[in-house]
């Protein structure tokens, strides 16, 4: 290995343990609430090593969010890939696929949302903001395509794809918001899930093609 490679490799190494740190203080602490000096006391970092790599704590969310688009991806990915599906059997995995999507990291999923209906994207770095809008237009398309494939084989009404694909991802994204606002006056109370079931059956009514 080169010295050139050993150092990109610890740059990364040292990103990835800020990221990682930046999650357990917005967790705690909660985004709006959490400072880069308390990220950089939890990455056992000085605060000037943080700025090397992210300019404001914005960039630290934004970066978050990342990963969890990725992994949207890879869900959305297979679920295509599934070509032996029914229709049926490829929304139902499409919407299985959104409850494993809030499983795998409730905390950033809702950050994310917040990120993408704020102003705060006008401020991240160009190189990082074309990544999340490649990510996803990269997702909307992916669910399009289901919907595409189902207006095809006459199984769904004929509407656009991706206007499909905007509502569904707009009720996911706004069903996750909500039951995480009411949380936050009862926390003993989570019907997110029972929430999303009945959205998605309603969802899937509408678009049904009778026959």
Same mark, same amino acid.
């Given at each position: ?37 308390? @990220? ?9 090593? $943080?700025?090397? #790599? ?5 960039? =630290?969310?934004?970066? =978050? ?5 990725? #992994?949207?991806?890879?869900?959305? /990915? &297979?679920?295509?890939?599934? /070509? ?6 490829? $929304?139902?995995? =499409?919407?299985?696929?959104? #409850? %494993?999507?809030? %499983? ?9 949302? &917040? ?13 990082? $903001? ?12 992916? @669910? ?10 006459? +199984?769904?009404?004929?509407? &656009? ?5 905007? @509502? ?19 926390? %003993?109370?989570? #019907? =997110?899930?029972? /929430?999303?079931? /009945?959205?998605?059956?309603? +969802? ?8």
């Amino acid at each position: 290995m080169g010295i050139q490679e050993r150092k990109e490799r610890e740059k990364e190494r040292r990103r990835q343990q800020i990221i990682i740190a930046a999650k357990r203080v917005f967790s705690e602490k909660g985004f709006n609430k959490a400072t880069m000096e308390d @990220i950089a006391k939890e990455a056992e970092l000085s605060p000037g090593t $943080l700025y090397l #790599y992210f300019k404001n704590k914005e960039e =630290l969310n934004a970066s =978050l969010s990342l990963r969890i688009l990725q #992994y949207i991806n890879i869900r959305l /990915t &297979h679920v295509n890939k599934e /070509t032996a599906f029914s229709c049926d059997q490829k $929304l139902k995995a =499409l919407m299985e696929a959104m #409850y %494993d999507v809030y %499983d795998f990291d409730p905390l950033v999923i809702i950050n994310m949302f &917040h990120l993408q209906s704020s102003e705060t994207l006008k401020n991240l770095s160009g190189s990082l $903001l074309a990544e999340i809008k490649d990510l996803s237009q990269k997702s909307i398309g992916a @669910i399009a395509k289901i919907f595409e494939e189902g207006m095809e084989k006459g +199984f769904y009404v004929n509407h &656009h794809p991706m206007a499909l694909a905007d @509502i569904f991802w707009s009720m996911f994204s706004g069903i996750v918001l909500w039951e995480a606002s009411k949380k936050i006056i009862s926390s %003993d109370k989570d #019907y =997110l899930k029972s /929430t999303l079931a /009945t959205a998605f059956e309603l +969802f899937e009514r509408g678009i049904r093609k009778q026959n």
